[in-house]
């Protein structure tokens, strides 16, 4: 439960303040994390399925990719376009 009530935090924070980057783009990111922890597939890499290290989800709570597959196929946490053959 305590991942979920971090993505929250964030998500609410993001609401109030906003920050340098896109806020909309973050806040549907942040939501689509929320959906995962409910579904019970957060901190899994959606290419290879091994857990996201913990440092990566603290750094970027919206990564969907490991550190492995986000170099592998230039899907580094902070970027968000589609997955391969997704």
Known sequence: ??????LEQAEEQLE??????DPKKNLRQLKKAIREVDRGTYGRCQICKKPI???DLLEYPHTTTCHECGFKYD???WVTSKLPNS
């Open 16 to 21: 109030l303040f906003g920050n340098n980057d």
């Open 53 to 55: 290290s913990a440092d």
């Open 1 to 6: 439960m305590f991942i979920k009530e971090f």
């Open 75 to 77: 899907r580094f946490p």
